[in-house]
């Protein structure tokens, strides 16, 4: 796409970007915060953990599936308030050595979840 951004309070909000200039964009983050009720699987924390960006999520869809709470990431229960929000965000903000943690785990977790495993999974299931 042809990605544009535009400045809102502060925020820039990226709007159609490609899948370069997407991740590109996600690994340029100190912290990727996602925040849901619902999902079906939740992809961008992933994304982000496979950019070696610490993540704060909600623990829905199958991001409890992919992420360790506490070793390569954050996760909130789906009843977090506005302020425990906040607190994980300002905790994880201030703490250099968890984010890194968070950081280089991330990575290596997210390296077991690419197309190449998920379909030997599939395969495997197929044939059993």
Same mark, same amino acid.
């Given at each position: 796409?042809?990605?544009?951004?535009?400045?809102?309070?502060?925020?820039?909000?990226?709007?159609?970007?490609?899948?370069?200039?997407?991740?590109?964009?996600?690994?340029?983050?100190?912290?990727?915060?996602?925040?849901?009720?619902?999902?079906? %699987?939740?992809?961008?924390?992933? *994304?982000?953990?496979?950019?070696?960006?610490? =993540?704060?999520? /909600?623990? +829905?869809?199958?991001?409890?599936?992919?992420?360790?709470?506490?070793?390569?990431?954050?996760?909130?229960?789906?009843?977090?308030?506005?302020?425990?929000?906040?607190?994980?965000?300002?905790?994880?903000?201030?703490?250099?050595?968890?984010?890194?943690? %968070?950081?280089?785990?991330?990575? *290596?977790?997210?390296?077991?979840?690419?197309? =190449?495993?998920? /379909?030997? +999974?599939?395969?495997?299931?197929?044939?059993?």
């Amino acid at each position: 796409g042809n990605g544009f951004k535009r400045k809102n309070n502060q925020i820039i909000i990226h709007e159609d970007l490609s899948e370069e200039m997407y991740a590109n964009e996600l690994s340029q983050l100190d912290l990727f915060v996602y925040i849901s009720k619902l999902e079906g %699987f939740g992809l961008p924390p992933l *994304e982000a953990m496979a950019s070696g960006v610490p =993540v704060i999520s /909600s623990d +829905v869809g199958a991001v409890s599936e992919y992420m360790v709470k506490g070793e390569d990431g954050l996760l909130m229960g789906v009843d977090s308030d506005t302020n425990e929000w906040i607190s994980a965000i300002e905790n994880l903000i201030s703490n250099q050595k968890l984010r890194s943690k %968070f950081s280089i785990n991330g990575v *290596e977790r997210a390296k077991d979840w690419n197309w =190449v495993n998920t /379909s030997q +999974v599939y395969i495997d299931l197929i044939r059993n």
